[in-house]
């Protein structure tokens, strides 16, 4: 027999009844019956509960070993399998015909008081779980996360695979990009002065093998940002999905992730039904219908943009502001707490207050602001609304920006609370048409909004005789249940193209040519039109998981202030280390 085990904790069913066998395992529960002890044996595998008579002769030591171990013990046993009985039988554990009756023990590993329970959820913070996370990794639910995913990443490679994507892998020590998030920075020891930089994402590289000729790639990519941490983003390191594809239009990514994603989706979703086709959303009717661009599909409600209705009005709360209305059917018979909570939800995400009213039966309008509003308002309201009696009315005054974000959550929370929210299911969904420019609030200059390398609808006669914030680029993002799994686009190949929408950005040739010499330099040999996406890896499994956050999927995460708790990172190094890389500390001013 092995030395350690000849079968694992979560094999044993009864067709094995009488067999001899040896298992190794943590020490996961244990009970003392009417003299009989109990003991649940954890191991990657499963659970299967052994048991100890102490009638059996010779028994007294595994008893008093067992009886006294601590819980997180790594033990080997010895035993036979026995069956339970019908009436013991536990149909939640796949091994729950059977025990088996101990007759050695041997302890493997021993362990200290553990700091929290691992064989149920106690409640203990997120810091020392983090702290102890090779400890918070033993529990039923962090386990059985980390499994899915790497399920969910090991068929990604078979579908790309089969959908003819070669697998290739992009450098981790790179060049610094003046673009997007903060980049972590590694200083060289044979360049004084130098750095290099972790790669917020493979943008330039993957372009660059459309280049070089590879046609269809991907991998499952590493990526690193110094930001802050959400519940939906990790701070430090993530990991996606990068793919691109010469010789494609925008519906071609489409059709390879779709694809992929509701394969994906329907395999590990747990009978959860997925949206097929995607549906596709133009940026500013999802900002103006849903008041966000990544809406959440399940909330069956959208918004009205009702600032004509109170334009010039004599209702000075609405009047000259951007007013969003939210109609929800079938609520005017709520009680007015109802009305109070939803209105305490928008003042807790910023809002001032949350006006409404109720439709009548006869359509007359009451509540905190029917008295200010005009017969007219009312007919134009229930026209551009149309809400029917019964209906409810919430409004949003303010910023278009300011009433957007805070209506589209009030829009989400009302249909959870009056039951026209979808449970169950994943709500995909492509937004589409990005502007290519927006501008800087402070400083009222041109900024690209989204990706700098896409490529302009309309090309290069579209940046140069259209204004720039009216410039639409080939720009997307993929959306489910309200997550932004990722944005992507068809890129720019064209050099003509890319040093008129950076010098619109406020670049000059020179500042191009600096920054992205490489990339320039590859599209003068021959660049094929080409483009891709890179869906989260951490967000795809935090969904299918049905976690609230995306720490709850990866093994060793950073907490929210980009801290290892277990490992002691970031942490100091002395000064013959700084020598050698020519650095030199400075305290904050």
Same mark, same amino acid.
């Given at each position: 027999m092995h030395r350690y085990r000849s079968h694992t904790c979560g094999e044993l069913r009864s067709a094995n009844i009488g067999t001899d066998v040896r298992l190794s395992g943590w020490l996961h529960n244990r009970r003392n019956l009417g003299g009989i002890l109990f003991v649940d044996l954890r191991d990657h595998y499963g659970i299967t509960q052994l048991i100890v008579h102490p009638e059996t002769p010779g028994i007294e030591p595994v008893i008093e070993r067992l009886g006294s171990l601590a819980k997180e013990t790594v033990v080997r046993v010895d035993g036979r399998v026995v069956s339970r009985g019908a009436e013991n039988v536990n149909p939640e554990l796949p091994t729950g015909e059977i025990d088996v009756e101990v007759r050695e023990v041997e302890v493997l590993g021993a362990s200290d008081q553990v700091p929290f329970t691992i064989n149920a959820e106690d409640g203990v913070g997120e810091e020392r779980r983090l702290e102890y996370r090779f400890l918070d990794l033993r529990r039923e639910r962090m386990h059985r996360n980390i499994v899915l995913r790497s399920k969910v990443i090991s068929a990604i490679r078979q579908k790309m695979t089969g959908l003819g994507f070669t697998e290739l892998a992009t450098p981790i020590l790179s060049a610094t990009s003046p673009e997007g998030a903060r980049d972590f920075l590694v200083p060289s020891r044979l360049h004084p002065g130098t @750095?290099?930089?972790?790669?917020?994402?493979?943008?330039?590289?993957?372009?660059?093998?459309?280049?070089?000729?590879?046609?269809?790639?991907?991998?499952?990519?590493?990526? @690193?940002? $110094?930001?802050?941490?959400?519940?939906?983003?990790?701070?430090g390191e993530f990991y996606q999905l990068d793919m691109e594809m010469s010789f494609v239009e925008q519906e071609d990514v489409f059709a390879v992730i779709e694809k992929v994603m509701t394969e994906l989706f329907e395999e590990f979703g747990g009978g959860r039904h997925v949206t097929s086709p995607f549906p596709r959303i133009p940026f500013r009717e999802a900002m103006a219908k849903y008041g966000s661009d990544k809406p959440d599909l399940r909330a069956k409600l959208e918004l009205v943009d009702v600032t004509d209705v109170f334009a010039g009005s004599g209702f000075r709360a609405f009047a000259d502001?951007?007013?969003?209305?939210?109609?929800?059917? $079938?609520?005017?018979?709520?009680?007015?707490? @109802?009305?109070?909570?939803?209105?305490?939800?928008?003042?807790?995400?910023?809002?001032?207050?949350?006006?409404?009213?109720?439709?009548?039966?006869?359509?007359?309008?009451?509540?905190?602001?029917?008295? @200010?509003?005009?017969?007219?308002?009312?007919?134009?309201?229930?026209?551009?609304?149309?809400?029917?009696?019964?209906?409810?009315?919430?409004?949003?005054?303010?910023?278009?920006?300011?009433?957007?974000?805070?209506?589209?959550a009030v829009r989400v929370?009302?249909?959870?609370?009056?039951?026209?929210?979808?449970?169950?299911?994943?709500?995909?969904?492509?937004?589409?048409?990005?502007?290519?420019?927006?501008?800087?609030?402070?400083?009222?200059?041109?900024?690209?909004?989204?990706?700098?390398?896409?490529?302009?609808?309309?090309?290069?006669?579209?940046?140069?005789?259209?204004?720039?914030?009216?410039?639409?680029?080939?720009?997307?993002?993929?959306?489910?249940?309200?997550?932004?799994?990722?944005?992507?686009?068809?890129?720019?190949?064209?050099?003509?193209?890319?040093?008129?929408?950076?010098?619109?950005?406020?670049?000059?040739?020179?500042?191009?040519?600096?920054?992205?010499?490489?990339?320039?330099?590859?599209?003068r040999y021959g660049a094929p039109p080409h483009g891709g996406i890179a869906p989260g890896i951490d967000r795809i499994v935090m969904l299918l998981a049905d976690e609230p956050n995306l720490r709850e999927t990866i093994a060793f995460p950073l907490n929210g202030n980009a801290q290892d708790l277990l490992m002691g990172a970031p942490s100091p190094v002395d000064e013959t280390r700084l020598r050698e890389l020519h650095l030199a500390l400075r305290k904050r001013d």
């Amino acid at each position: 027999m092995h030395r350690y085990r000849s079968h694992t904790c979560g094999e044993l069913r009864s067709a094995n009844i009488g067999t001899d066998v040896r298992l190794s395992g943590w020490l996961h529960n244990r009970r003392n019956l009417g003299g009989i002890l109990f003991v649940d044996l954890r191991d990657h595998y499963g659970i299967t509960q052994l048991i100890v008579h102490p009638e059996t002769p010779g028994i007294e030591p595994v008893i008093e070993r067992l009886g006294s171990l601590a819980k997180e013990t790594v033990v080997r046993v010895d035993g036979r399998v026995v069956s339970r009985g019908a009436e013991n039988v536990n149909p939640e554990l796949p091994t729950g015909e059977i025990d088996v009756e101990v007759r050695e023990v041997e302890v493997l590993g021993a362990s200290d008081q553990v700091p929290f329970t691992i064989n149920a959820e106690d409640g203990v913070g997120e810091e020392r779980r983090l702290e102890y996370r090779f400890l918070d990794l033993r529990r039923e639910r962090m386990h059985r996360n980390i499994v899915l995913r790497s399920k969910v990443i090991s068929a990604i490679r078979q579908k790309m695979t089969g959908l003819g994507f070669t697998e290739l892998a992009t450098p981790i020590l790179s060049a610094t990009s003046p673009e997007g998030a903060r980049d972590f920075l590694v200083p060289s020891r044979l360049h004084p002065g130098t @750095f290099y930089a972790l790669p917020q994402a493979p943008q330039q590289f993957k372009q660059l093998l459309m280049i070089a000729g590879f046609d269809r790639y991907f991998q499952i990519a590493p990526c @690193f940002r $110094d930001e802050d941490a959400r519940a939906d983003r990790s701070p430090g390191e993530f990991y996606q999905l990068d793919m691109e594809m010469s010789f494609v239009e925008q519906e071609d990514v489409f059709a390879v992730i779709e694809k992929v994603m509701t394969e994906l989706f329907e395999e590990f979703g747990g009978g959860r039904h997925v949206t097929s086709p995607f549906p596709r959303i133009p940026f500013r009717e999802a900002m103006a219908k849903y008041g966000s661009d990544k809406p959440d599909l399940r909330a069956k409600l959208e918004l009205v943009d009702v600032t004509d209705v109170f334009a010039g009005s004599g209702f000075r709360a609405f009047a000259d502001k951007h007013v969003r209305a939210l109609p929800v059917p $079938d609520v005017a018979g709520q009680p007015r707490r @109802f009305f109070d909570e939803m209105g305490d939800y928008a003042t807790g995400l910023g809002a001032k207050g949350l006006a409404w009213v109720r439709v009548g039966d006869d359509g007359a309008l009451s509540g905190p602001i029917a008295k @200010f509003l005009t017969e007219e308002n009312v007919k134009a309201l229930l026209g551009a609304t149309g809400a029917g009696p019964g209906s409810a009315l919430f409004f949003g005054a303010g910023e278009y920006d300011e009433v957007s974000k805070i209506m589209g959550a009030v829009r989400v929370e009302a249909a959870r609370r009056t039951g026209h929210f979808e449970e169950g299911v994943f709500r995909f969904c492509w937004v589409v048409d990005f502007p290519m420019f927006e501008r800087n609030e402070d400083t009222g200059a041109i900024e690209f909004s989204h990706n700098p390398f896409s490529m302009p609808q309309g090309g290069l006669e579209a940046l140069e005789t259209r204004h720039p914030l009216d410039v639409l680029a080939w720009q997307y993002d993929i959306v489910c249940n309200g997550v932004e799994l990722s944005s992507g686009a068809i890129r720019n190949h064209e050099p003509e193209v890319m040093f008129k929408a950076f010098g619109i950005a406020g670049y000059t040739p020179e500042d191009v040519e600096r920054d992205f010499g490489g990339m320039l330099r590859a599209f003068r040999y021959g660049a094929p039109p080409h483009g891709g996406i890179a869906p989260g890896i951490d967000r795809i499994v935090m969904l299918l998981a049905d976690e609230p956050n995306l720490r709850e999927t990866i093994a060793f995460p950073l907490n929210g202030n980009a801290q290892d708790l277990l490992m002691g990172a970031p942490s100091p190094v002395d000064e013959t280390r700084l020598r050698e890389l020519h650095l030199a500390l400075r305290k904050r001013d």
